[in-house]
C-alpha cells in the first residue's frame, strides 16, 4: 500500500512539473494573464504615492454640502459593512471624507473598491460622478472597483470642504463603502485598469471554458448516454450563466429575481458537482448524495424566502448549510483517495480542498472577519471553482478516453474470437456437409440395390423363365429386353438429376420417355408452364424425379392404358403437378402397403409435398402433388 502511494505521488509530482513547466510557458505567451495575476497579488497594496482613507463621517439621507446644515454625522471605520450593524443599515446614506485628505496636486482621485449597490460623488454642492441611479434598486455596481476624479480639488481644500459619497443599498445585499484609496490620477487609473482587467479576463475566461465544457458534456451525454457527462454539462454551464450575471450593472430584469438566478446557479452547480466527484471517486454513499439534494432544496426555499422579504440571516444559512454538505462530500473524497490512492482520486481530492480552503476563505472575508480589509478583498472562489471543473472534466475525459480504449480492445478480442467460432463453424458446416452427402449416397446405393434387386432381378429372371420355356417366340423376347434396358437407363438417370429447376427436370424428363411411351403405343398430352418455386437443391430435385420417375412406371407396368395426361405449373400460392390416365385403375385401399406407392408417400413426406391419389377400377387413375410456391421443399 505505502509503495503504491509513493508511486501516485511520483506519477502526480511529475503531473505537476509537465503542467507548471508549460502553463509558464503559456503565460510567456500571454502578458495579459501576467497582469490578471500579478493585480490579484497586488490587489491589497497602495503605490508610493497614495493612502488609504481609514475614517469618515456618515449620516443618513442624500446629502451635499449645502443638504447637509444642521445634520448630525457620526464617525465610521472603513470599512463601514452595513449588514453587521444592529439594525442593518438600508435605504440612503452619505458619507463624507474632508478635502485635505487628498493630495496637494491637481489630478486628485479615489478609488473605492466596493460601494454599497449604486453610489454619485460630490465636491461640496457639485456632482463629479453617478454610478447607478440611487432610487431604482434594479443595478449592482458593487461588485466593481470605482475610480473617481477630482481635476478641481486644488481651488476648494483650503476651504473647509468636503467629499460626499452617497450611497445607496440594503440588507439583502452586501451594502456598504470600502477604504478609499486616494491620490494622483495617473497611479490610480493604473491600479483601477489593473482591477478591470482581473475582473474581466478572469469572467471570460470562466464564461468561455464554462460553456465549452458545458456544450462538449452535454454533447456527449447525449451521444453516450451518459448521466455523469450531462451532471457535468449542466454544472459547468450553470457556473458560466453565475459568472455571466455576476458580471452585470444594469439589471435586465428586477434584482429579487437577478439574484435568485445568482442563488439558483450556485445551489445546483455545488450539489451536482460534489455528487459527481462522489461518483467519480467511486463513492456509493447513498447519505452524502441525499445530503446534497437536502440542502439544495433548503438553499432553494431561503432563496425564494428571500424574495417575499424574508430576513436575509436566512440566505446566509442556507449557504452555509450547502457548503457543509459540500465540505463533507469533499472530506469523503480526501479519505478515499487515501485509502484507495490513484492519479484520478488524488487529483480530484487536492482540487476539491484547495476549492473549499479557498471558499471558506471568501466566506470568511464577506460574512465574518472584523478586519477592516475584508469587504474589499478579491474573491478567488470563481477562479479556484473553474480548476475543480476542470479537474473533474480532466478526470471524467481520461474515463471515457480508458472507456473507448477498453471498448476498441473488446470489439477486436470480440472480433478475433467470432473469426474463431466461424472458422469452427464452418470445419463443422463442411464436416456435415461430407457426412450428408455420405449419408445420401448411403441411401441412394441402397434404393439403387433395391430398384435393381426388384425390378430388373425380377425381369431377368422371367426373361430367364421365357427363352427356357419358350426359346421361339422373338418378339417377345425382344420386348421384354427392351424393358430391362429402359429399366436400367431409368435407374442411371436417377443417379444426377436432369436439371437445376422443377421445369427443366419435367422437361428433360419428357424428352427421356416420350420414345418409350410411343414404343408401348400410349399417347402423351403435356401442359407445363413454368413453376414458382426456385429454390430446391439438387438432392430435392432429384427425390422429385424419382417421384415422377416412380408414378409412370406404375402406370406403365398396371394401368394398360393408352394416354397420360400431364398438367403441371405455378398456381398463386401453391404449385401443382397433376398426372392422370385412362388406364383400368386400381382400388387405392387395396394397394396401399405396396412398395411403390410406400416410396411415394415417403418422399412426398420428406419434401412437404401434399400427395393425393384418386382411383376408381375401369375409371383410371389420377395423382396429384401440390406445395406452397417460392419455398424449399425440404424445409
Known amino acids: 500500500m505505502l509503495i503504491h502511494a509513493l508511486k501516485q505521488l511520483i506519477r502526480l509530482l511529475v503531473w505537476g512539473y509537465w503542467i507548471s513547466n508549460n502553463l509558464l510557458s503559456f503565460l510567456r505567451k500571454k502578458p495579459f494573464l501576467i497582469g490578471i495575476i500579478s493585480s490579484v497579488l497586488l490587489s491589497g497594496l497602495a503605490y508610493a504615492e497614495t493612502s488609504l482613507v481609514r475614517n469618515a463621517e456618515i449620516a443618513p439621507g442624500l446629502q451635499t454640502r449645502s443638504s447637509s446644515i444642521g445634520v448630525t454625522w457620526s464617525s465610521v471605520t472603513l470599512s463601514d459593512v452595513w449588514r453587521r450593524h444592529k439594525p442593518c443599515r438600508e435605504g440612503h446614506w452619505t458619507y463624507r471624507i474632508p478635502v485635505t485628505s487628498f493630495p496637494k496636486n491637481d489630478d486628485s482621485a479615489a478609488l473605492v473598491y466596493r460601494a454599497g449597490n449604486r453610489v454619485h460623488f460630490y465636491l461640496d454642492d457639485q456632482i463629479v460622478a453617478r454610478y447607478g441611479d440611487l432610487f431604482d434598486s434594479d443595478s449592482d455596481y458593487s461588485n466593481h472597483a470605482i475610480i473617481v476624479s477630482f481635476p478641481k480639488l486644488e481651488t476648494t481644500k483650503n476651504l473647509n470642504s468636503f467629499v460626499y459619497i452617497q450611497v445607496a443599498g440594503d440588507c439583502r445585499r452586501y451594502s456598504g463603502l470600502s477604504q478609499v484609496l486616494i491620490g494622483s490620477q495617473q497611479d490610480l487609473s493604473a491600479l483601477h485598469a489593473e482591477k478591470l482587467r482581473t475582473f474581466l479576463w478572469s469572467t471570460i475566461a470562466i464564461i468561455v471554458i464554462c460553456a465549452i465544457l458545458g456544450f462538449i458534456s452535454l454533447s456527449a451525454a447525449i451521444l453516450y448516454r451518459s448521466s455523469n457527462a450531462l451532471l457535468f454539462g449542466i454544472a459547468s454551464a450553470l457556473w458560466a450563466l453565475r459568472a455571466w450575471l455576476w458580471s452585470m450593472h444594469d439589471l435586465p430584469i428586477p434584482y429579487s429575481y437577478w439574484f435568485f438566478l445568482i442563488d439558483l446557479c450556485f445551489g445546483i452547480w455545488m450539489s451536482l458537482i460534489c455528487i459527481l466527484a462522489l461518483r467519480v471517486n467511486q463513492i456509493r454513499s447513498k447519505w452524502l448524495e441525499k445530503a446534497q439534494w437536502l440542502s439544495l432544496g433548503i438553499f432553494l426555499l431561503s432563496s425564494i424566502a428571500l424574495i417575499f422579504g424574508a430576513p436575509s440571516v436566512l440566505k446566509a444559512l442556507g449557504i452555509d448549510l450547502i457548503v457543509v454538505a459540500g465540505a463533507f462530500a469533499l472530506l469523503a473524497i480526501a479519505r478515499q483517495s487515501i485509502r484507495n490512492p490513484s492519479s484520478s482520486n488524488i487529483a480530484v481530492a487536492l482540487a476539491g480542498l484547495l476549492m473549499l480552503i479557498v471558499g471558506l476563505y471568501d466566506h470568511w472575508n464577506v460574512w465574518i472577519s472584523d478586519a477592516a480589509d475584508a469587504y474589499q478583498r478579491f474573491y478567488f472562489t470563481p477562479l479556484i471553482v473553474l480548476f475543480f471543473i476542470l479537474a473533474i472534466g480532466i478526470v471524467l475525459n481520461l474515463r471515457y478516453v480508458h472507456a473507448i480504449r477498453s471498448d476498441a480492445q473488446y470489439r477486436h478480442e470480440l472480433e478475433v474470437e467470432v473469426a474463431k467460432q466461424r472458422q469452427l463453424l464452418e470445419h463443422h458446416h463442411q464436416e456435415m456437409t461430407v457426412r450428408a452427402q455420405q449419408e445420401a449416397i448411403s441411401l441412394e446405393r441402397g434404393r439403387i440395390m433395391k430398384d435393381m434387386h426388384d425390378g430388373l432381378g425380377s425381369q431377368l429372371v422371367g426373361l430367364m423363365s421365357l427363352v427356357q420355356t419358350a426359346p421361339t417366340q422373338h418378339t417377345e423376347i425382344e420386348f421384354e429386353l427392351q424393358q430391362v434396358i429402359d429399366t436400367l437407363r431409368a435407374t442411371i438417370d436417377t443417379l444426377s438429376p436432369s436439371g437445376d429447376d422443377l421445369t427443366t427436370v419435367l422437361a428433360q424428363f419428357r424428352f427421356r420417355y416420350e420414345s418409350r411411351l410411343k414404343r408401348l403405343k400410349i399417347q ?49 400460392l401453391y404449385d401443382r403437378l397433376i398426372i392422370r390416365d385412362n388406364g383400368r385403375g386400381f382400388n387405392p385401399l387395396m394397394v396401399l402397403g405396396g412398395r411403390g406407392l410406400r416410396h411415394l408417400h415417403e418422399r412426398a413426406k420428406d419434401l412437404k409435398i401434399q400427395l393425393s391419389i384418386d382411383s376408381e377400377i375401369g375409371d383410371g387413375a389420377t395423382v396429384r402433388l401440390q406445395w406452397e410456391a417460392d419455398s424449399n421443399g425440404a424445409g
Open 524 to 572: 402423351l398430352h403435356w401442359r407445363v408452364k413454368p413453376f414458382d418455386t426456385i429454390n430446391w437443391t439438387s438432392n430435392e430435385l432429384i427425390q422429385f424425379e424419382h417421384m415422377i420417375r416412380e408414378i409412370f412406371a406404375n402406370i406403365i407396368k398396371h394401368a394398360h392404358a393408352s394416354e397420360i395426361f400431364v398438367e403441371a405449373g405455378g398456381y398463386g
